[in-house]
């Protein structure tokens, strides 16, 4: 059985012990799959950003609890910086990052819902599940990506 799998599942449809996205310091309101993620949660991460307690920086992590309307138990909300200043060597490091955090507390069924890297295209998502096919690990990660940058 492969460690990493590519899905094309909508992130509230994600199974899992934990679903996880980026929201970032310049994307007001939120987009990609943090924004259907909050949705989902009624605007929990809204109402965080409103109320200035989280930003999106580097190193920032929110861990919410759902609500009932989506598949896996927990989200967590991953503080990536300034998109408009993501490189893709970055994000690789972002999601390394995001992915020790959430082995750190014991998830054993991650999954990443990301937007692809400007200038990226549809065989970023697989060079991703291969570089972390080769880390080290027993966890199941399961990735859905959207093409589209945002």
């Given at each position: 059985?492969?460690?990493?799998?590519?899905l094309?599942?909508?992130?509230?449809?994600?199974?899992?012990?934990v679903?996880a996205?980026?929201?970032?310091?310049d994307?007001?309101?939120?987009?990609?799959?943090?924004a259907?993620?909050?949705w989902?949660?009624?605007?929990?991460?809204?109402r965080?950003?409103?109320e200035?307690?989280?930003?999106g920086?580097?190193g920032?992590?929110?861990?919410?609890?759902?609500?009932?309307k989506?598949?896996?138990?927990?989200?967590?909300?991953?503080?990536?910086?300034?998109?408009s200043?993501m490189?893709p060597?970055t994000?690789?490091?972002?999601?390394?990052?995001?992915?020790?955090?959430?082995?750190?507390?014991g998830?054993?069924?991650?999954?990443?819902?990301?937007?692809?890297?400007?200038g990226?295209?549809s065989?970023?998502?697989?060079k991703?599940?291969?570089?972390l096919?080769?880390?080290e690990g027993?966890?199941q990660?399961?990735?859905?990506i959207?093409?589209?940058?945002?």
């Open positions: 059985m492969n460690r990493v799998r590519v094309d599942f909508a992130p509230d449809q994600m199974t899992g012990d679903v996205a980026f929201f970032f310091v994307q007001r309101p939120l987009r990609g799959p943090a259907l993620l909050d989902r949660l009624n605007g929990a991460m809204t965080l950003l409103l200035d307690t989280a930003q920086n580097p920032e992590y929110v861990l919410i609890r759902d609500n009932g989506l598949q896996a138990p927990w989200v967590l909300f991953a503080g990536g910086g300034k998109r200043q490189a060597f994000y690789t490091g972002l999601i390394g990052s995001l992915l020790e955090h959430c082995i750190q507390a998830f054993q069924r991650i999954c990443l819902c990301l937007s692809a890297p400007e990226e295209g065989g970023w998502a697989e991703l599940a291969g570089d096919e080769g880390a027993k966890e990660i399961f990735l859905t959207r093409e589209t940058p945002g």
